[in-house]
């Protein structure tokens, strides 16, 4: 099963990100996501639990905003 790890601190707002999310989740495709910004909040990331999240699966997924051209700081945690 693909995991989507879902980087954008304002993701409500998003249009792009919204739109590809609403896509994959009425997909016929088994996708778990993972809203790191709903689950980290104040950056308390328990990097062990992260880990084994990531180490589950076959197939990671990253979003995040694309007009930053890299990954938000919670990501890079």
């Known amino acids: 099963m693909p995991l ?6 304002n993701f409500e707002q998003s249009i792009a990100n919204r739109k590809i999310v609403e896509e ?3 997909s016929n495709i088994d996708l778990e996501l993972r809203n790191i ?3 980290n909040q104040n950056y308390n990331i ?10 589950r699966h076959d197939l990671i997924i990253l979003q995040y905003p694309m007009y930053w051209f890299n ?3 919670i990501s890079k945690i």
């Open 37 to 39: 910004y709903q689950l």
């Open 4 to 9: 989507m790890i879902l980087a954008h601190p």
């Open 24 to 26: 994959l989740k009425n």
């Open 46 to 55: 328990d990097a062990n639990s992260e880990q084994e999240e990531l180490l």
């Open 71 to 73: 990954m938000p700081a």
